[in-house]
DNA sequence: ATTTCAGATGTAAGCGTTTACATTTGCTTT
DNA sequence: AAAGCAAATGTAAACGCTTACATCTGAAAT
């Protein structure tokens, strides 16, 4: 705040063209005069005014994140990657989190509009067309999450949910399963649905039956696994496997399980998804899915910084999908877990 | 970016800076021009530069977060607090998560020495003379976090650790247990430190005998308190309840019994700390200690904000320490749990 | 010794606001 | 009708930086 450019340029005797370029190693300035420019910025302990750069640049190497609700574990490694990433290129991240109350398109107005952002990376549960239009039109770069629309009109990272769902409920197939059960996820949710077409498209590809009265309902949570596992213990086709379509609802299949004295995976194998930390203190540990969460951070901003500095076109669509990987516990029927221990 | 002030200017037939005053409603324009300059903002949609502006008048309506490697559970729910607030008032948060390969003083000094932040909410390990100096010296204004100092140096917002370990352990005594045994935190770390000192005092204030067979120093995560109850449980006084200094540590000691056998709470009783999610899924139902996470990030950023106005003094120290609450399950041996239910 | 030219440096405009100060307007008071 | 005054508006500087353009310097080429 005290001490700027101007300053400097005093002490050095020069103007503060010379010391704006000392400083950004740009333009062409005596080696001698350089050092002794950096030295004094360096002893008076110089810091430029980021504000006034932005001003002047365009550009405030700060980028926007705007994330919903949701579960801890998701949140915490997104932000973690981002800022991995954002460290690493001396950028800095702004958070909004969009909990229930706020308003995206506000928000993401706000974000956009003003120049506070080079761009932005965006999460939201679903993209209708008010927000559509908004991002198409935005001037600054965009990089949506999981958010698998398969329009080629924005650039998204995604977790491949049907592959992860595909590869677990096939992994049910090798253990001779026949009957396996899904209790999806909100309906009208991407992930739930990719997650759903890989169960389907796993059983197909196996000459399996898809049997409706063993597709049920639900939601992201553990309420939704209880009943859903209730629902379907009850009724004369039951299951001998059963994939939850993530991990939270897993937990409430084992405690469904545990209270009607129903064994895992002795008899109904348990598949969830998601690989969250809850996931390794079942008993037994639960098979799943893990999705690469951080990576997914690192590389939305890693593609987002290029946008900006126009190392790829900005205006060109892009979409890449994160591989998933399955983690093998004792519910699915394995001896051998290739899961992490507790500790 | 297209659209400035200029533009409106020119449209209203006003000066820019009657464009300010009515946009800002300060100074006096009178009530028609106010109106018109105003719908043509909104027709135009204008949106003014928060860079300019922040340049201007030396403030930029953000605050900076810093944050050590964290439970995911307490960073999200910290950031909550931090963010619901923010939005409220307008303003912003920029989030660096200190992980281990940040230097801290260097992001510190960072977001300091540069008109980035308008304030800055810190929250360290412990803090060191550099850091302590930094703060000191720091022109904008510091709310600490979870950094008991009781030097009235500084700003800081903590969990009240000494009660709510004084309450737990209270609540066993109440239970007639005689031999209560702990297994501490990192031993430095202030929150560990803490949650001890009530620990001792409860014992005292109920005239119990500190017994050091039954002091087990540890970490805060699983480990520590599996090999902390094997230890407990292997040698001749055995602890009739246990208080681990977290819940991640209670979730090793429910795992250490499980396989030895021991029942909890009819052979030993245990507590936790922090009332983590995970806490709800043991069973029986860990008996622990809830803290106000969301709370002490909101409260934080409110006072942080009456630093930045001028409407608390930003020289003056203050110290808050935010009560915390007995969750009851059963593994302190109460039939009648008061913890919410898992669903 | 003069010209040429690249490299070094300086000057000043601009980025989009806010705001101190100056000026104008229009109403009240005499 | 003149004076006085508050309200309304305008002018221009300032915030701290970057950068296009202008100028200067000195070594190489003639």
Redesign the interface.
């Known amino acids: ?1 005290d001490i700027n450019i101007n300053e400097i340029a005093r002490v050095a005797g020069v103007s503060i063209a010379t010391v704006s370029r000392a400083l950004n190693n740009n333009g062409s300035v005596k080696e001698e005069t350089r050092q002794k420019i950096q030295r004094i910025a360096r002893e008076l ?1 110089y ?6 750069r ?2 002047s640049r ?1 550009k ?1 190497d ?1 980028i926007g994140v705007i994330l919903p609700e949701m579960v ?2 998701f ?3 997104i ?2 990657g981002i ?2 990433e954002a ?1 690493r290129t001396n950028n ?6 969009s ?1 229930s109350q ?1 308003n995206i398109v506000e928000t993401l ?2 974000f956009m ?4 952002v080079d761009g932005l990376i965006l999460m939201i549960p679903q993209i209708n067309d008010d927000v559509s239009t908004l991002i198409y039109k935005s ?1 600054r770069p965009i990089v949506l999450l999981n958010n698998n629309i398969k329009n080629n009109k924005f650039v998204s990272f995604n977790i491949n949910n049907f592959q992860g769902a595909y590869n677990v409920v096939e992994h049910l197939i090798g253990h001779g399963y026949q009957n396996i059960a899904i209790i999806q996820g909100p309906e009208g949710n991407i992930d739930a649905d990719e997650r759903y077409r890989g169960y389907l498209q796993a059983l197909k590809n196996h000459n399996l039956p898809v049997q409706n009265s063993l597709i049920i309902p639900g939601e992201f ?3 939704s696994g ?1 009943y859903g596992f209730i629902r379907l213990m009850s009724q004369p086709e039951k299951p001998d496997a059963i994939f939850t379509a993530n991990d939270m609802m897993a ?2 299949v084992y ?1 469904a399980a ?1 209270t009607s004295n129903i064994k895992i995976p002795q008899d109904v194998a348990v598949v969830g998804f998601d690989d969250i ?2 996931s390794r ?1 079942l ?1 037994p540990r639960l098979t799943t899915i893990h999705v690469p969460i951080v990576e997914l951070g690192r590389k939305s901003m890693r593609y987002l910084l290029k946008m900006i500095n126009n190392q790829v076109d900005p205006k060109k669509s892009y979409c890449e999908e994160l591989t998933t990987g399955l983690v093998i516990g004792g519910s699915c029927g394995c001896k051998n877990s290739t899961a992490p221990t ?2």
């Open positions: 705040m302990n810091k430029p005014n980021p504000i006034a932005g001003l365009k405030t700060t801890d574990e949140f915490t490694e932000i973690r800022d991995e460290y800095y991240v702004m958070v909004a989190s909990y706020r107005l706000e509009g003003s120049g506070r001037k949570n553990i309420k209880y937990l409430g405690e545990r930390f809850l203190l008993s507790l500790f």
